[in-house]
């Protein structure tokens, strides 16, 4: 037997060879083709992120465009109204979009982003409920008494959406489903009530002489 080997040595080297040449074949080109699929995947997850903090951007500048009223104010400057505060329709027409964009974003969004974009949305959904029912004709007149809180909403947003592309943009980790992602009750309860739409409520009802 060992002499056996010993005379088809150099074939049995070659077969050997041969066989090990093709398992490092196989293994090299599952490896490759694994990494590959692994960064597929990775590039889509890029995509749906860098897509996630661009709506929000989008959205922060909606909520920042102002239109003149035609007049000035008490400091001489020109009065001002957030655009999509111009009338009954486009309000409803921004709240829709903006749940688009939400359904849209959501599992892409950074922590930091998520909790601004649910704060606003907090802020939207009081908004709405407390100007469904009042005439198209005075939104442009709310808009303007509140518009520094659309102006800090969208800074904010923009701020941490420009921060994920800066300093994220990279870590390709999620965020964890199972974790809140809202600013805790008390920290949203005060934010909500700096605002100047809550701070004016009662100013902007006599000014609209509505009851509530």
């Known amino acids: 037997m060992e002499q056996l080997i010993l005379n088809n040595a150099s074939a049995i080297f070659a077969i050997l060879g041969t066989l090990a040449g093709a398992a490092l074949t196989f293994f090299g080109t599952w490896i490759l083709q694994n990494q590959e699929v692994k960064n597929r995947l990775l590039e889509k997850v890029l995509d749906r992120r ?7 951007i989008e959205l922060s500048k909606l909520l920042r465009g102002m239109m003149s009223l035609g007049y000035e104010e008490k400091d001489g400057q020109l009065a001002r109204t957030p655009a999509i505060m111009a009338s009954k329709e486009l309000f409803d027409e921004f709240l829709l979009k903006f749940y688009q964009k939400s359904t849209e974003s ?27 029912n009042i005439d198209s004709v005075n939104f442009p007149e709310i808009g303007r008494l509140i518009r ?10 923009e701020k941490l959406s420009f921060e994920f592309f800066t300093t ?8 964890d489903l199972s974790k809140w992602h809202k600013y805790p009750l008390e920290v949203t309860k005060t934010r909500l009530a700096e605002t100047l739409f809550f701070k004016r409520k009662e100013e902007i009802v006599k000014i609209l002489g509505a009851k509530y």
């Open 148 to 157: 520094q809180d659309f102006i800090d909403f969208s800074t904010n947003l």
């Open 168 to 175: 994220d943009l990279t870590k390709l980790k999620l965020n």
């Open 106 to 132: 959501s599992t892409w969004l950074s922590t930091k982003v998520t909790r601004e974009f649910n704060i606003v949305q907090d802020y939207l959904v009081n908004l709405y409920e407390f100007v469904r």
């Open 50 to 56: 860098i897509q996630a903090h661009e709506n929000i």
